[in-house]
Nanobody
Framework: QVQLVESGGGSVQAGGSLRLSCAASGSIYDDYCMAWFRQAPGKEREGVANMDEDDRTDYADSMKGRVTISQDNAKKTLYLQMNNLKPEDTAVYYC????????????????????WGQGTQVTVSE
């Protein structure tokens, strides 16, 4: 089992920045894919970025160019640095993980991720 706990959400004005964190615990060791998703009210959950154990990354078009995913293996923590935030970025941001699939397979298909955090709210105002 893997437990994920997000933090770092909040309210910012347009153009501002936030860094989200996702602390992982449990059985996540060698081969894994971790990702950030987001879900705005009334919309489907969509991928933002993912990263595997070898620090290979991929970014979805949703926020490409404005976000950076990174991890601290020693702390088992995943990060999402978000810059130049826009009101349309307002959403609940979720951390997800899978040990079944490589990131190139899981991509941004939410159904392929087995573990999810509780989410952290990000609100961007004009």
């Amino acid at each position: 089992q893997v437990q994920l706990v997000e933090s770092g959400g909040g309210s910012v004005q347009a153009g501002g920045s936030l860094r989200l964190s996702c602390a992982a615990s449990g059985s996540i060791y060698d081969d894994y894919c971790m990702a950030w998703f987001r879900q705005a009210p009334g919309k489907e959950r969509e991928g933002v970025a993912n990263m595997d154990e070898d620090d290979r990354t991929d970014y979805a078009d949703s926020m490409k160019g404005r976000v950076t995913i990174s991890q601290d293996n020693a702390k088992k923590t995943l990060y999402l640095q978000m810059n130049n935030l826009k009101p349309e970025d307002t959403a609940v941001y979720y951390c997800a993980a899978t040990t079944r699939w490589y990131c190139v397979v899981a991509d941004f298909n939410a159904a392929d991720y087995d573990y999810w955090g509780q989410g952290t709210q990000v609100t961007v105002s004009e």
